[in-house]
């Protein structure tokens, strides 16, 4: 059996103080991924991403799939680490996606390649002066405001002209993206659709509890599979044809824009939930699971 390194963070082990609330996603993906790996010769180990530089020798691919506080001032360590261990053992998704997809600057470049993306303006610092002129520039009433590096509605804000600003500790620390609130995340809500080797495997749509536009469990938000129409997947596929490399997994995250047409709002490939409960299947059965596994291995069986 080749073993395989899936990297978790110190927020979701059992016993530390005041983990993530949502720690029983890892325990659900893993309970699909690790039979569904085991079937094709790989055995999934839980390893720490604090440990992985010294320990890479040990497996033979590393999947950084539960990093969820690589983006809590941990960048730095984190791609350090991953670096090291890349030096060793492959990494999926590789170091320089990884390092790319880090900081959500990258939309720029995406759009820039043809790809649908949320209107969007960069800035080093939140400052009242340049969200002023975001909503100008967007021609919205209401910004989200995220870090570029971050995950999980960490330091995000949802802003609407007139109100009080908001207070620093709210707010992303350092650069972020202003983005046009797109009210269809309220009314129909969000779409992600998964990967895995290119190849599209599921997907499911995300709404927020009442009075919320945040889309993530631990804020109340639900999941629907989803079953997308020919035109919506080609929106979602030609995303990734914009990239240089294939990932091994990815997740689209897209919304309705005012236009009706899908839009990107996040090209996920460092640690995406997989939503794996929305593809056919329990546990090793999952057919998302063995759509992973199956990409996996061909990855590692290449010359």
Not at 151 to 168: E, I, M, S
Not at 284 to 293: I, S, V
């Amino acid at each position: 059996m080749k073993k395989i390194a899936l990297l978790i963070s110190d927020n979701l082990l059992p016993d530390f103080e005041n983990g993530r609330e949502d720690r029983f996603e890892l325990l659900e993906e893993v309970g699909k991924l690790k039979p569904a790996l085991a079937a094709q010769g790989m055995e999934l180990v839980e390893v720490r991403w604090r440990e992985i530089a010294d320990r890479a020798a040990e497996f033979a691919a590393i999947l950084p799939l539960m990093v969820w506080d690589y983006f809590e001032g941990n960048e730095d360590a984190f791609l350090s680490a991953i670096a090291k261990a890349e030096a060793v053992t492959p990494v999926f998704n590789s170091f320089d996606t990884l390092k790319w997809n880090s900081d959500k600057s990258y939309l720029d470049e995406l759009e820039a390649r043809g790809a649908p993306v949320i209107r969007t303006t960069a800035v080093e610092r939140v400052t009242k002066t340049n969200v002023a002129r975001a909503f100008e520039e967007l021609d919205t009433n209401t910004l989200v405001i995220k870090p570029t590096v971050g995950g999980g509605a960490w330091r995000q804000v949802l802003y609407k002209q007139g109100d009080p600003f908001p207070d620093a500790s709210e707010l992303p620390p350092e650069a972020a993206l202003l983005q046009a609130f797109l009210p269809s995340v309220k009314e129909e809500g969000e779409y992600s659709f998964l990967y895995f080797g290119g190849r599209f495997s599921h997907a499911v749509r995300k709404t927020p509890k009442a009075g919320d536009y945040r889309i993530q469990s631990i804020y109340g938000g639900l999941e629907q599979t989803y079953v997308p129409t020919g035109a919506e997947r080609e929106t979602a596929r030609a995303v990734l044809d914009t990239l240089d490399e294939l990932p091994l997994y990815a997740r689209v995250d897209l919304l309705r824009g005012r236009d009706g047409q899908l839009k990107l709002i996040e090209l996920e490939m460092i640690e995406p939930y997989l939503y794996l409960p929305h593809a056919k299947g329990e546990g090793g059965e999952n057919e998302g699971a063995q759509k992973f596994a199956a990409a996996l291995k061909a990855r590692l069986d290449k010359p």
